[in-house]
């Protein structure tokens, strides 16, 4: 499956990272717990100074109830005093694998794009009643996806190299430099990633492997706390060379 994700996807660079820089975990749907934790990232940022940053790790949508919410939402200008950079992750690429007819909508529902649909208002089943041919339920579901939101996704960088810290959704392959990492790893790499003993170049912010509580691990950042199940939405604040971790 992870073939079909074909060409190579933007990648952002930052000469400097000196604002008050916040970065967000997987939300998988869970609007709820964005709202909180930007109300939370909001109230912490009113005693500092400047532009203040976001950064959205990937994997907005699929499993929770709300993905078409929190497309919308990061969609719209950022807060006054923020910007925002929105990473992809693996299931917003495997959601564009089904838009572009590139992978079977069972292997998009296999990850939880099920609910993705649902929240832009799709009853998988009932589509079935009606269209009992596959392709023509793909091509009512294909069409049905609003194309704004659809572009959004598209345009999403797949990696944020800064001088100190690299953001990225799932982590890097430790054997190959930065400018030679594979878009497949960026999204999908775990335990080779995870468990190397390589040195890493940089400290490595991500998420994609869901554990208990986010904590930097030597030069990695995992901010994954499997929101759309544990209620805990995770983020990091990076300021004057400190990082302090809040949650939902």
């Given at each position: 499956m992870a073939n079909?994700?074909?060409?190579?996807r933007h990648r952002e660079w930052l000469e400097h990272l000196d604002m008050p820089t916040y970065v967000i975990g997987d939300v998988h749907g869970r609007y709820d717990l964005l709202s909180a934790l930007e109300r939370k990232i909001f109230a912490d940022a009113v005693g500092l100074p400047g532009r203040k940053l976001i950064i959205m790790l990937g994997d907005f949508i699929d499993r929770g109830p709300a993905s078409a919410q929190v497309v919308g939402r990061l969609m719209a200008p950022p807060p006054n005093g923020f910007d925002r950079?929105?990473?992809?992750?693996?299931h917003e690429m495997a959601m564009l694998s089904y838009v572009d007819g590139e992978i079977p909508l069972e292997d998009w529902v296999a990850l939880g794009g099920d609910a993705t649909l649902a929240s832009y208002g799709v009853d998988i089943p009932r589509l079935q009643r009606l269209y009992p041919k596959q392709k023509k339920l793909d091509t009512f579901i294909r069409t049905w996806l609003p194309d704004d939101h659809v572009n959004f996704l598209r345009r999403l960088p797949i990696l944020l190299d800064t001088p100190k810290a690299l953001f990225v959704h799932a982590g890097i392959d430790p054997d190959r430099s930065i400018a030679d990492q594979q878009d497949d790893d960026l999204v999908f790499?775990?335990?080779?990633?995870?468990?190397?003993?390589?040195?890493?170049?940089?400290?490595?912010?991500?998420?994609?492997?869901?554990?208990?509580?986010?904590?930097?691990?030597?030069?990695?950042?995992?901010?994954?706390?499997?929101a759309f199940h544990t209620g805990r939405l995770s983020a990091a604040r990076l300021w004057q060379g400190r990082i302090h971790i809040t949650s939902t």
């Open positions: 079909g994700f074909g060409h190579r950079i929105c990473l992809t992750g693996n790499i775990r335990s080779r990633f995870y468990d190397s003993a390589q040195p890493l170049p940089k400290l490595i912010i991500h998420g994609h492997t869901p554990i208990r509580q986010a904590e930097v691990n030597g030069l990695r950042l995992n901010l994954d706390t499997g």
